[in-house]
């Protein structure tokens, strides 16, 4: 049972375009919602969280919309850079000193 | 600040021998820790929770005997692959979570791992 679901498996954007990855969840005990950034090769780097008690959360160029009555949230990135191509996942964990369930991931490429 | 680290960083084992990873919480206590499993191009799979000074908690399918965790202080967490085969090769993630950081999980930068 996938827990949370991501979308696109893959995105290609032009330079200074906006890149949008979806993420749905079924659990509705979950109470936190990050994403993180993963280069080849590398451990999977904490960009940006959020609870539900928000609805938008922003953090310089990355924006995560939250929709708790749909279970849905999503990251923006603004005036995406070729520096941002990288792996993109959504995960979402209850309450307390819980594992965090991830998404399958976002390959993003921005293309000059 | 909250920084994990693991050793080694990459590892060559033939098959049949046993490897050891490191994972460390180097400016932090850990409350726990957690080993992932990741396959190229998939996501991170949770093999299992580790908290200091009890036995680990393992996911349904994940080999507690095949993957033995240790969790003896409150900064070091190690995975021992025993008897590794061809198909354990994988890339093996360590997060730790810190209770006065609302249980932020830190990730560490990941051992990959090659058995021939």
């Known amino acids: 049972q996938q827990q949370v679901k991501q979308s696109p498996q893959s995105l290609i954007v032009q330079k200074g375009g906006i890149s949008i990855i979806n993420c749905a969840y079924e659990?509705?005990?979950?109470?936190?919602f990050p994403w993180y950034q993963q280069f080849p090769g590398k451990g999977p780097a904490l960009l940006i969280a959020?609870?539900?008690?928000?609805s938008e959360k922003k953090e310089g160029r990355f924006t995560i919309s939250f929709n708790k009555s749909a279970k849905q949230f999503s990251l923006h990135i603004m005036d995406s850079q070729p520096g941002d191509s990288a792996t993109y996942f959504c995960?979402?964990?209850?309450?307390?000193?819980?594992?965090?369930?991830f998404g399958k991931g976002t390959r993003l490429s921005v293309i000059a | 600040g909250a920084v994990v680290s693991q050793h080694p960083s990459w590892v060559i084992c033939k098959s049949g021998t046993s490897v050891k990873i490191e994972c460390r919480s180097l400016?932090?206590?850990?409350?726990?820790m957690f080993w992932y499993r990741q396959f190229p191009k998939q996501s991170l799979m949770l093999m299992a929770t580790?908290?200091?000074?009890?036995?680990?908690?393992?996911e349904q399918g994940v080999e507690k005997d095949k993957f033995l965790i240790n969790h003896a202080s409150l900064t070091l967490s190690t995975l021992t692959v025993t008897s590794a085969h061809p198909e354990d090769s994988s890339f093996y993630i360590c997060?730790?979570?810190?209770?006065?950081?609302?249980?932020?999980?830190?990730f560490g930068p990941g051992t990959r791992l090659t058995v021939t």
């Open positions: 995960a979402a964990r209850a309450s307390g000193n819980t594992p965090l369930v």
């Open positions: 997060s730790a979570s810190h209770r006065g950081q609302g249980y932020e999980q830190y």
């Open positions: 580790s908290n200091e000074g009890s036995k680990a908690t393992y």
């Open positions: 659990n509705t005990a979950f109470d936190y």
């Open positions: 959020i609870r539900p008690d928000v």
């Open positions: 400016d932090f206590q850990a409350t726990t």
